[in-house]
T-cell receptor, first 109, second 115 residues
Framework: RKEVEQDPGPFNVPEGATVAFNCTYSNSASQSFFWYRQDCRKEPKLLMSVYSSGNEDGRFTAQLNRASQYISLLIRDSKLSDSATYLCVVGGSQGNLIFGKGTKLSVKP | NAGVMQNPRHLVRRRGQEARLRCSPMKGHSHVYWYRQLPEEGLKFMVY????????ESGMPKERFSAEFPKEGPSILRIQQVVRGDSAAYFC?????????????FGQGTRLTVV
């Protein structure tokens, strides 16, 4: 099982749609979880941290299920500017960050 | 408050030459991470350093690659005798704290092309 596994994508959705990304991780001892976004040929940028209680930031909601080792990201009311690759990231046992391969989102007018 | 600074942004090397990639972390950050990204691929962890210490180098190739983060100055990723397969984007990230709080900020990357 890969350390961090994501939906392969790509997701092509119309503006205004709600889209959900899923991610699973293999190390049950992982303590920190994040979603990053990466635009084409740019650096990854932190979108949001993911907490056990779930957290919301505007149109974005992240959930963590430790029992299932599962992380999700929900984007409501998609905008054209949301088009990017979304990276699921898990803190490794020695403090490094382990990235999933990413899921590409394309929001169409 | 400058972010993570990487230089050069683009680097071209001939096969067999050495490549040196520099990374200055954000102010107040003492943890540095290097990642490699091949075209259309995800980010692969290479090495995690704190000042003067290598904490985890499990992602570093056994030969030709080395990294340091001296007490003064930027972190350096060094690739000796580069080969075509080393062509990639190399990203550096920094964070204020280490394990359990690894919210990290990335530099714009160095794009290495080996010709």
């Amino acid at each position: 099982r890969k350390e961090v596994e994501q939906d392969p994508g790509p997701f092509n959705v119309p503006e205004g749609a709600t889209v959900a990304f899923n991610c699973t991780y293999s190390n049950s001892a992982s303590q920190s979880f994040f979603w990053y976004r990466q635009d084409c040929r740019k650096e990854p940028k932190l979108l949001m941290s993911v907490y056990s209680s779930g957290n919301e930031d505007g149109r974005f909601t992240a959930q963590l299920n430790r029992a299932s080792q599962y992380i999700s990201l929900l984007i409501r009311d998609s905008k054209l500017s949301d088009s990017a690759t979304y990276l699921c990231v898990v803190g490794g046992s020695q403090g490094n960050l382990i990235f999933g391969k990413g899921t590409k989102l394309s929001v169409k007018p | 408050n400058a972010g993570v600074m990487q230089n050069p942004r683009h680097l071209v090397r001939r096969r067999g030459q050495e490549a040196r990639l520099r990374c200055s972390p954000m102010k107040g950050h003492s943890h540095v991470y290097w990642y490699r990204q091949l075209p259309e691929e995800g980010l692969k962890f290479m090495v995690y350093l704190q000042k003067e210490n290598i904490i985890d180098e499990s992602g570093m190739p056994k030969e030709r690659f080395s990294a340091e983060f001296p007490k003064e100055g930027p972190s350096i990723l060094r690739i000796q005798q580069v080969v075509r397969g080393d062509s990639a984007a190399y990203f550096c990230a920094s964070s204020r704290n280490g394990p359990l709080n690894t919210e990290a900020f990335f530099g714009q990357g160095t794009r290495l092309t080996v010709v």
